[in-house]
């Protein structure tokens, strides 16, 4: 069939089987209407070979539609067929009780999931959950251009198109309304592409992640979360309060923060456990004030002074103190001249305790304080304290006590 425009305030209910559209317009939905099918792999919205164009998308772009809904179906792009679908579903310039929940895409030649605003317009205060985005040529969820609040909950993402992302949060591409607040949480991707990542965040503020799961498989991913600010100086916007909590991962790099310089990155497991976790990220540097940065973003846990204790530590000519920790015992009585470094400890004061005579020096990347030299543990009473605070090449003397 051609396109089909559902009227205001209406629902249209799909029966099962396939609804295959030619051309280039599939289903437009009015003010306040709603497209409900009878679930995936029952009701099916599927492009046939000659398609161009979006499969699903608002019908008034200008932003004087409030909302629409679409609900219970599957979207197939059928790109194998040689239909070119931009985006199987494309919400743009919407606003509240918009909802896209229970949905299916996938075999779209383009993006999966589109939702954007405008420079004159945002989009905002949209629900999406339990969408299932999967083998499309290019992002599996875009988020673009003033978006604000947007709601991700449950949602998957597999397969995106090479160099991609399964998602993509993007405030670069927009001067007056930057995106701020999108919450995106359960979410799952599933990436085969060395060059893509799981999440990528590009300018957009105020971003909260959380209990996400990034596997990779066979070649690989770049990374779990990659965090960019492209746009910096030109549109005044950054990826400033960025959250990050309950990140499981099958890439060695957790978290590539290349806007602050950062990048979490935990290695190869001994045990061969593809996961790694990383409770919680937000960037060790304030974004600032300047037109650069953007919105101004406050990252500090306030009133609390985190302390972990972390495993033990033989004490050797260079230790490697765990990054799951902030407090570690040193054993033995070994001179310790340099302790590896890391951006879990980048400008966190770290507490190295000791019962017996274990020496630190400064030969190697220890910088301990001129007037008082060596740290040595009296070897009796309480735990003698050393507290150090990595700057990304030396660990730099805090405080001392001998007890």
Same mark, same amino acid.
């Given at each position: 069939?051609?396109?089909?425009?559902?009227?205001?305030?209406?629902?249209?209910?799909?029966?099962?089987?396939?609804?295959?559209?030619?051309?280039?317009?599939?289903?437009?939905?009015?003010?306040?209407?709603?497209?409900?099918?009878?679930?995936?792999?029952?009701?099916?919205?599927?492009?046939?070979?000659?398609?161009?164009?979006?499969?699903?998308?608002?019908?008034?772009?200008?932003?004087?539609?409030?909302?629409?809904?679409?609900?219970?179906?599957?979207?197939?792009?059928?790109?194998?067929?040689?239909?070119?679908?931009?985006?199987?579903?494309?919400?743009?310039?919407?606003?509240?009780?918009?909802?896209?929940?229970?949905?299916?895409?996938?075999? $779209?030649?383009?993006? !999966?999931?589109?939702? *954007?605003?405008? +420079?004159?317009? =945002? #989009? %905002?205060? /949209? &629900?999406?959950?339990?969408?299932?985005?999967?083998?499309?040529?290019?992002?599996?969820?875009?988020?673009?251009?003033?978006?604000?609040?947007?709601?991700?909950?449950?949602?998957?993402?597999?397969?995106?198109?090479?160099?991609?992302?399964?998602?993509?949060?993007?405030?670069?591409?927009?001067?007056?309304?930057?995106?701020?607040? $999108?919450?995106?949480? !359960?979410?799952?991707? *599933?990436?085969? +592409?060395?060059? =893509? #990542? %799981?999440? /990528? &965040?590009?300018?957009?503020?105020?971003?909260?992640?959380?209990?996400?799961?990034?596997?990779?498989?066979?070649?690989?991913?770049?990374?779990?979360?990659?965090?960019?600010?492209?746009?910096?100086?030109?549109?005044?916007?950054?990826?400033?309060?960025?959250?990050?909590?309950?990140?499981?991962?099958?890439?060695?790099?957790?978290?590539?923060?290349?806007?602050?310089?950062?990048?979490?990155?935990?290695?190869?497991?001994?045990? %061969?456990?593809?996961?790694?976790?990383?409770?919680?990220?937000?960037?060790?540097?304030?974004?600032?004030?300047?037109?650069?940065?953007?919105?101004?973003?406050?990252?500090?846990?306030?009133?609390?002074?985190?302390?972990?204790?972390?495993?033990?530590?033989?004490?050797?000519?260079?230790?490697?103190?765990?990054?799951?920790?902030?407090?570690?015992?040193?054993?033995?009585?070994?001179?310790?001249?340099?302790?590896?470094?890391?951006?879990?400890?980048?400008?966190?004061?770290?507490?190295?305790?000791?019962?017996?005579?274990?020496?630190?020096?400064?030969?190697?990347?220890?910088?301990?304080?001129?007037?008082?030299?060596?740290?040595?543990?009296?070897?009796?009473?309480?735990?003698?304290?050393?507290?150090?605070?990595?700057?990304?090449?030396?660990?730099?003397?805090?405080?001392?006590?001998?007890?």
């Amino acid at each position: 069939t051609t396109g089909i425009t559902i009227p205001p305030s209406t629902t249209l209910h799909l029966g099962r089987g396939s609804l295959k559209f030619t051309g280039n317009s599939g289903i437009r939905l009015s003010e306040k209407s709603t497209l409900e099918g009878q679930g995936y792999g029952s009701s099916r919205i599927a492009a046939g070979p000659s398609f161009s164009g979006r499969l699903i998308e608002n019908a008034d772009t200008t932003g004087s539609q409030e909302s629409c809904r679409i609900l219970n179906l599957e979207i197939d792009g059928a790109r194998a067929s040689g239909a070119r679908v931009d985006a199987g579903l494309r919400i743009k310039r919407i606003f509240v009780m918009t909802t896209i929940r229970d949905v299916s895409v996938h075999d $779209c030649s383009g993006i !999966g999931v589109r939702i *954007e605003g405008s +420079d004159s317009n =945002s #989009v %905002g205060q /949209l &629900v999406v959950e339990n969408v299932w985005v999967n083998n499309c040529g290019d992002f599996g969820f875009y988020i673009n251009a003033a978006a604000r609040n947007i709601w991700l909950n449950d949602c998957s993402s597999e397969r995106p198109g090479r160099n991609t992302a399964g998602l993509y949060i993007n405030g670069t591409t927009t001067k007056s309304g930057q995106n701020v607040g $999108c919450r995106v949480s !359960g979410f799952y991707t *599933e990436i085969t +592409d060395t060059m =893509s #990542v %799981g999440i /990528l &965040v590009d300018g957009a503020a105020s971003v909260e992640i959380d209990n996400y799961t990034a596997v990779s498989r066979r070649p690989g991913m770049k990374a779990g979360v990659e965090v960019r600010n492209t746009a910096s100086g030109i549109h005044g916007f950054s990826p400033s309060n960025l959250t990050i909590r309950n990140l499981w991962s099958e890439s060695d790099t957790l978290v590539a923060d290349g806007a602050n310089g950062v990048t979490i990155t935990a290695g190869s497991d001994p045990k %061969g456990n593809p996961y790694k976790g990383l409770a919680w990220y937000t960037s060790p540097k304030a974004s600032g004030t300047s037109p650069a940065n953007g919105y101004r973003g406050y990252g500090q846990i306030v009133g609390i002074q985190p302390g972990k204790l972390g495993p033990r530590i033989g004490s050797a000519r260079t230790i490697a103190p765990h990054p799951d920790g902030s407090v570690f015992i040193v054993t033995g009585s070994s001179t310790v001249s340099t302790i590896s470094g890391s951006d879990f400890f980048l400008w966190k004061v770290t507490y190295f305790i000791v019962s017996t005579a274990v020496r630190f020096d400064g030969a190697g990347n220890i910088r301990l304080n001129a007037a008082a030299g060596d740290f040595l543990g009296n070897g009796s009473g309480g735990y003698d304290i050393l507290a150090l605070m990595w700057d990304g090449s030396h660990w730099n003397e805090v405080s001392r006590s001998l007890n």
